[in-house]
């Protein structure tokens, strides 16, 4: 009973309640809805990213490559993200990927 308490008390309740953002952060597993919106690239201009209503589509507006709608499946790759090959993971509110190229959250 004391650990089934202990669980319930965490943010968000139990991890079945928890919003699905939050159950996939908890699992160590990225999520198209934590990139969500506007990015500032390292090289210059800003990359917006939306996701559908199904959560199955990624749309990215990047400033040199364009419009791009990607399966979320396939952009969210485990603990990390793929694009072009590219892979990047989180970093506070960084997308720091394997070409040296980072991605800031604009607030």
Request: glycine share 14%; proline share 7%; net charge positive.
């Amino acid at each position: 009973l004391a650990q089934e308490l202990a669980r319930d008390s965490t943010p968000g309740g139990p991890p079945s309640r928890a919003p699905p953002a939050q159950r996939a952060a908890m699992a160590g597993i990225v999520s198209p809805y934590q990139v969500q919106g506007r990015w500032a690239h390292s090289a210059g201009g800003e990359i917006e990213i939306s996701v559908d209503s199904t959560g199955r589509q990624v749309t990215i507006l990047h400033p040199t490559v364009g419009k791009q709608v990607l399966d979320a499946a396939r952009f969210c790759s485990g603990d990390g993200f793929d694009y072009f090959g590219f892979k990047g993971k989180m970093e506070g509110h960084k997308i720091v990927w394997n070409n040296g190229v980072a991605w800031t959250k604009v607030h």
